[in-house]
């Protein structure tokens, strides 16, 4: 439950700030996520890799769709990628591992704050 809240959180952060900002507003959103929400390595990945993953492609996705792939094309036969649909899914997959590692980031940053349990002899 707590993986879904953080997916959304991070989607929302980087769906309604985005047009406001700079790109790299969505990597700043999913690393105070999963600093504030503590979560383990694998957990905060996946929610930084699905949330901002799925923000950008749909906004990739919906540029495309509105310019009928008229600048996508060009700048797919610029990088030698072939089909305009090819990059959108790049685009996709660079925001969904930047969303990705800063999310681990965060939660390893907010590792440092925390006091570790004396462990017990009988525990």
């Known amino acids: 439950m707590k993986l879904i809240i953080?997916?959304?959180l991070i989607?929302?952060?980087t769906y309604f700030l985005s047009p406001y900002f700079?790109?790299?507003?969505?990597?700043?959103?999913?690393?105070l996520v999963c600093f504030m929400l503590p979560s383990s390595g694998l957990n905060a990945f996946i929610a930084g890799f699905l949330g901002m993953g799925l923000i950008w492609l749909g906004q990739s996705w919906n540029l495309d769709v509105q310019?009928?792939?008229a600048f996508s094309s060009k700048i797919a036969d610029i990088l030698l990628v072939g089909e305009p649909l090819y990059l959108v899914l790049i685009s996709?997959?660079?925001g969904a591992i930047s969303g990705g590692f800063s999310a681990v980031t965060g939660a390893s940053f907010r590792q440092l704050f925390v006091k570790k349990k004396k462990q017990s002899f009988y525990s």
């Open 67 to 69: 310019n009928e792939s």
């Open 22 to 31: 700079t790109w790299w507003l969505g990597m700043l959103a999913s690393f």
């Open 6 to 8: 953080r997916i959304i």
């Open 92 to 94: 996709g997959l660079v």
């Open 11 to 13: 989607g929302a952060l």
